[in-house]
């Protein structure tokens, strides 16, 4: 008698493959009958699997039109199928995917808004870390606080993009959206302050300010380094505007 | 395995189902807030574990203010009990910590599988009625029961077809379950429904022959039929609208034979307007309490 394990082999064979014929027990009077009632926990599969992603990529799958989307999700679902039972926590490479479709290149921007979105649903469900406020720097002695470094807040992302792939996400929240300057550099702080999620702009100097302290380094190195870069950065205004947006979560002395 | 005690606090925290027999609701992220401003009569809520996993944010936070105001049923879809490759340890615990922080008065999964080497397919599967199932399912009921810590409800599967290499009925296989594990069930009313249809076999006998003691919580839901082969229709279990009438006469066919039991009402796509929830609530709540009199009186007399 066919073992569980050789039918689930089977099953789990002519899931992934529709052209594969359903697993030889299924009872049936004929095959086509087997077929179709086969094809059923197929469609169920497919429909679920489909839905997720487009819960994950709502604005991707405005950008792309419905049917662009369900087809590539289709062929992205077969090669990348879920390995766990958590859906928030798959499609992660669907953005890569996407871009590398046929005639995909002329909109070079979407694995960037693809990356949006899949931050924005990490945030979402990311640890409730308290957020360090700029008040606090008061409480620090100035030589303390420039060897002091930050802990990232959970939720706080920062994506930085050849494109202004954060106007044009807002711009998708707007049932009459104005048309966006794609071709606009633009860095996404992504924060969650409590339970609804922030997105903001930041300057060039704000990111490349926050990408130094989420590696670790004091305040002094950070600025050094941003100082190097641009003379005429200014540390104490990039400092409180990063606290203010809900950036960090712990200083470290 | 389990045993069955009476009396002591150990088996009371270990009970089947601790919910209030009323009608409950699915709990919907676009209803936190409805929930909250008008805390509106509901017996109780349920949620997918799946979906509560996360390290934090709206979701759980939500879920614990709720859970503040109502009885909450907590019910696993992910857990893969019917698979041939054992639990998945690390999916195991992370539902257990889910259910010691916030202790469920109930907590259910599904006779069926969704994984196979790594791979999720997101859908409840079917397993053939045999002794090497029926094995292999007790094994990992106990093995989840011991890790949670209390006892669980196995709910019944909506079929679309039949294995040969089966050689008992599901509702042998799931009586046989219940004894060896001291599991409850949760009843899907609109499963039954469906797979006696799809399988062709009366669903009042099915129910009858299944151990209706266990039954800790019934489910209710919408279905579609599928008529592409006009002299075979087949349902689908979508939980995407109301629920049929057909299953409806099934739901108070059944609580004359089991008694009055929590029943949730499951709509998990298009779902609709709070005050359409509300109303498939009032029907559940209506014929429980229909029932509940009746009981009463006979308890009486």
């Excluded at chain 1, 419905?66 to 390995?83: G, K, N």
């Excluded at chain 2, 266990?214 to 229709?233: F, K, Q």
Aim: with cysteine.
């Amino acid at each position: 008698m066919l073992t569980l394990d050789s039918f689930q082999h089977d099953a789990a064979l002519a899931l992934n493959d529709p052209t594969r014929q359903s697993p030889q027990n299924i009872a049936g009077r004929t095959i086509e009958g087997s077929s179709r009632r086969f094809n059923i926990y197929r469609n169920n599969r497919a429909g679920s699997l489909l839905e997720s992603l487009q819960g994950t990529y709502p604005v991707l799958h405005k950008l792309l039109g419905d049917d662009f989307f369900r087809t590539a999700a289709r062929q992205y679902i077969d090669e990348s199928p879920p390995s766990g039972p958590v859906l928030s926590e798959y499609g992660e490479r669907f953005g890569d995917f996407i871009q590398r479709l046929p005639g995909v290149s002329k909109y070079p921007y979407l694995n960037d808004v693809a990356k949006l979105e899949w931050q924005r649903l990490q945030s979402y469900h990311a640890a409730d870390d308290a957020v360090l406020f700029p008040a606090v720097l008061q409480t620090i002695e100035p030589s303390t606080l420039l060897a002091s470094r930050f802990t990232p807040h959970s939720a706080a992302h920062l994506i930085e993009s050849r494109w202004a792939i954060g106007s044009l996400w807002s711009s998708t929240q707007e049932p009459d959206g104005s048309q966006v300057n794609l071709s606009q550099a633009e860095n996404v702080l992504i924060t969650r302050p409590q339970f609804d999620l922030q997105l903001q702009l930041v300057s060039s100097d704000g990111a490349m300010f926050m990408r130094q302290l989420c590696n670790g380094v004091t305040i002094e190195q950070a600025a050094t380094h941003c100082l190097s870069v641009n003379a005429n950065f200014d540390t104490g205004t990039h400092l409180q505007g990063l606290m203010g947006m809900g950036a960090f979560s712990q200083i470290i002395h | 395995m389990l045993s069955q005690q009476n009396g002591d606090k150990s088996s009371q925290d270990r009970s089947r189902s601790w919910l209030p027999v009323r009608g409950g609701l699915c709990l919907k992220p676009q209803h936190y807030h409805d929930i909250l401003e008008t805390l509106p009569d509901v017996g109780w809520f349920e949620v997918h574990a799946e979906n509560y996993l996360g390290d934090g944010g709206a979701p759980l936070h939500y879920l614990e203010k709720i859970r503040e105001h109502y009885p909450l049923s907590v019910h696993g879809v992910g857990l893969s009990i019917g698979s041939s490759q054992g639990l998945d340890e690390h999916h195991l615990s992370r539902v257990a910590n889910m259910v010691q922080r916030f202790e469920p008065e109930s907590f259910s999964e599904h006779l069926a599988w969704s994984t196979h080497d790594n791979q999720f397919y997101s859908d409840l599967l079917p397993v053939p009625y045999n002794r090497e199932v029926e094995d292999l399912v007790c094994q990992h009921i106990d093995q989840l029961q011991e890790r949670i810590g209390r006892q669980m409800l196995l709910e019944n599967p909506s079929n679309y077809l039949m294995m040969d290499n089966s050689t008992q009925e599901e509702a042998q296989m799931l009586s046989n379950i219940v004894q060896r594990t001291g599991c409850g069930l949760l009843l899907d009313v609109n499963n039954v429904h469906i797979s006696a249809h799809n399988c062709d076999y009366d669903a009042l006998d099915y129910i009858s022959s299944l151990p209706l003691h266990a039954v800790g919580e019934i489910h209710l839901a919408g279905h579609a039929t599928d008529t592409a082969v006009a002299s075979e229709p087949l349902l689908i279990d979508t939980h995407d609208r109301q629920v049929a009438d057909s299953v409806w006469a099934l739901y108070e066919a059944t609580l004359t034979k089991a008694g009055a039991k929590p029943t949730l009402i499951e709509w998990d796509a298009s779902v609709p307007k709070w005050s359409v929830f509300l109303s498939e609530l009032q029907q559940a709540d209506t014929i429980l309490q229909s029932k509940q009199v009746l009981e009463n009186r006979v308890d009486a007399g």
